[in-house]
């Protein structure tokens, strides 16, 4: 009787013994619960771990593995995984972690950057993912330079070269939201170069510029650090608030291929780098995280051959690496050390970039200097390409206030810019009162900066009508101030609340009149907020003709005893007010009081309502 022939297990369970075994696999799940495991300094999916299972059989018995062994294998581990209850954040290229950044240069060779200076670490307490893409960096080394990286880059000016290096050194802190660096300049400037000289000196990768795809996009951007947009001169609506989203974080998923509700996700910050002869947009959320930067065109005599330019590169990117992390040490030092009064929209990286120009002896008040000046730059990008900026900007140089229905103030702009505007034309124009708001909201950031405050009134019955407040005096490039008119349905006190307290009928009457669906035409006489505020300013007579639109003050009228002077007022035409009876009202009013008992304190109770209508009592 022969003896029965041993058992073999199968290739799944041989397998996980052999992982088992080596010990070196530790299983943990990710941030967004993927199963991983830790093999030669990176983290690897579970769902990749293929080649490492296949090389694991092969080391211990000289074999293939069958496709349902790895399948059956990766199944027991992606449980044991989750079953083990250890959550680990991974990071691609760069980490922050306990006010130290941790930057990978290749799987197992890692640097630490902290207020002391920098070193590389043999055991960080950071984990970095597995990405195929990511090509490895040099060590770095002690006496470079910060600036000797200008010297690759043909920057147009002083403000060039502090700003470009200060993107550079802070591209590292993956915690902070940082600016798009922008490069612009004519043709032949090297903006295509000085885009792979942030990206080969930081973030070398397989492919290193990245195409706009709707459907791949966040795939790419994935796979790398520092995301670089090659020669663009124009982006679509979708990519911009990508774009934006990469800034100030991203998170989104996909489906996982051939399955029903299995998610793949991403979540990323990510530094972008982007280049063309003009700024690829001009839309103000996009400007808003732009830093935009300068190069001049290089001389004939100036020019390399690529391969001679990139050999001395990378001769010297050792050195230039150690600068950036030294200078990076400095700026993590001085942080705690720095505040700014007025902070750039993306607060943290502002701060850190005032803590490098301190660090390096360019000084705050340079730091100031110098984002001031962006942030005009960014403004004037914005003014460019937004038509109705520009024609809000040019029609209030010569109004104080307007409160308008949308449709009457998109006719109102219209009108006012039929000479100097081809808003026929323009397809970015609204061709409805309806989409105006929308593009006001859109640069209101930027009519601020021009003294320009637009917003909606709180009053609803006649749909919010839309308002613009300015103190603007015209441009301050041509020294030259106009004269103002204000519009007839806004008030000339620059002191007056835009929500001050009328009954809701007394609104509602003073409101209607900027109404183009109101029927019975339009009222007249002095509201209460017209009255002005200082004493020797004269009230004119504000009766208009039905369907006027500018007011007409009577400037024959004497202002010799401007406080006893009767005014005829639209709530109460029973009786005449004068200035100061007005005045007294208004202070009332302002000290708290309600219009209606501020009325009657000063004028009397009874008075029936009535109305004038081309200057006759009806």
Known sequence: MTEEKKKIPPVADRLLYYVQKEEQWPLFADQHAESHTFVGGQAVPISKANRLLTKLLYKHEGKAPTNDGLIGARRVLDMLAHESGEVRELHTRAAFHEGAVFYELAPGRVVRVDEKGWKMDPDPPVYFRAVKNLKPLPDPVEGGKLEDITTWVNLKSPKDKRLFLTHITLTALAHVQRYILQATGVMGSGKSTASRVVKRLLDPTANEAVTIDKRDFLQKAAHCYVLVLDNQNYFPEWFQDTLCRLVTGESD??????????????????????????????????????????LDRLPKEGRLPEDDFWMQFYLKQPELLGAI????????????????????????????????????????????????????????????????????????????????????????????????????????WPKTGRTLWKRIREVTTLLEAHGIHAHRSTNNEIGRPIILDTDFDGDPDDGNKQTKSTDDNCTTDDNTDDNLSTSPGDTAHSQAETDDNVPGGRYSGTTLASVPSDPNEEIGDTSREQGQGESKPDLSSSSSDDSARPVSWDLDPGESATVEQLRRIRKLVHEGMSEKLAREEVLGKGVKKAFFEDGEKL
Request: proline share 3%; charged share 30%; no cysteine.
């Open 253 to 294: 998923s996909k489906r996982v291929l051939y399955t029903d509700e299995d998610d793949l996700i991403w979540s990323m910050m990510r530094a972008v780098v982007l280049n063309g002869i003009n700024p690829p947009t001009d839309r103000s959320d996009v400007q808003d995280r732009t830093l935009p930067i300068e």
């Open 325 to 428: 992390f030294t200078a990076l040490s400095g700026a993590l030092r001085e942080r705690h050390n720095i505040s700014l009064d007025e902070k750039p929209r993306l607060a943290d990286w502002g701060l850190y970039a005032a803590a490098l120009y301190k660090d390096q002896g360019w000084g705050v008040d340079q730091f100031v200097e110098d984002w001031e000046t962006v942030e005009k730059n960014q403004q004037q990008g914005t003014l460019d390409g937004s038509i109705v900026a520009q024609v809000i900007i040019s029609y209030m140089k010569t109004h104080d206030r307007v409160e308008q229905p949308a449709a009457k103030l998109h006719a109102t702009l219209e009108d006012h810019a039929e000479d100097d505007f081809d808003l026929s034309r323009d397809k970015t």
